[in-house]
T-cell receptor, first 109, second 115 residues
Framework: SQQGEEDPQALSIQEGENATMNCSYK?????LQWYRQNSGRGLVHLIL?????REKHSGRLRVTLDTSKKSSSLLITASRAADTASYFC?????????FGPGTSLSVIP | DTEVTQTPKHLVMGMTNKKSLKCEQH?????MYWYKQKAKKPPELMFV???????INESVPSRFSPECPNSSLLNLHLHALQPEDSALYLC??????????????FGPGTRLLVL
């Protein structure tokens, strides 16, 4: 399976701290995406990083990609209570996006 | 307009009912998707429509019947569902089906309960 696997499954931090989530995958990819999902809602696209990119930033988000290790990380800096959500990495399969199991992030005010 | 809308937000149906879920986008996207998501699990792809034609069916039971009447609308017809079909059903769209692994825009979902 080319499915990404997130680590940790759950993460609880204090507001203001940084949160780091990791994603590993098994086969070569063209791109990797991160999505956020608030409880019971639709997914929101956060960032897409291509296989020839090593790092990408968007506001308080920083994504890295290491294709040699087949892994990616999502860093959320200066976390806020509103960042509480599930975060999924998604890798590109042959003709579709495949979502990993997700990391549940709780940011405690 | 960067929004994907889904109706209804909630649906309760019996196992003998027929109901439909509706999804709409006005971003000019030519790929549309149905996903099923169980609690604390990632979305699972069900169907993909590319230029209004069904391009992927992930071996979904025939009690789920998708329809794409035009490039902006996507329906999912439900008939004789089972309690295990209770889930959040998500619709998504993306710009170009030839780049099917690019950014997808999701609707808020329909929470379905089958009794």
């Amino acid at each position: 399976s080319q499915q990404g696997e997130e680590d940790p499954q759950a993460l609880s931090i204090q507001e203001g701290e940084n949160a780091t989530m990791n994603c590993s995958y098994k086969t070569s990819i063209n791109n990797l995406q991160w999505y956020r999902q608030n409880s019971g809602r639709g997914l929101v696209h956060l960032i897409l990083i291509r296989s020839n990119e090593r790092e990408k930033h968007s506001g308080r988000l920083r994504v890295t990609l290491d294709t040699s290790k087949k892994s990616s990380s999502l860093l959320i800096t200066a976390s806020r209570a509103a960042d509480t959500a599930s975060y999924f990495c998604a890798t590109d399969g042959w003709d579709k996006v495949i979502f990993g199991p997700g990391t549940s992030l709780s940011v405690i005010p | 307009d960067t929004e994907v809308t889904q109706t209804p937000k909630h649906l309760v149906m019996g196992m003998t009912n027929k109901k439909s879920l509706k999804c709409e986008q006005h971003m000019g996207h030519r790929a549309m998707y149905w996903y099923k998501q169980k609690a604390k699990k990632p979305p699972e792809l069900m169907f993909v429509y590319s230029y209004e034609k069904l391009s992927i069916n992930e071996s979904v039971p025939s009690r789920f019947s998708p329809e794409c009447p035009n490039s902006s609308l996507l329906n999912l017809h439900l008939h004789a569902l089972q309690p295990e079909d209770s889930a959040l059903y998500l619709c998504a769209s993306s710009q170009d089906p030839r780049q099917g692994t690019e950014t997808q825009y999701f609707g808020p979902g329909t929470r379905l309960l089958v009794l």
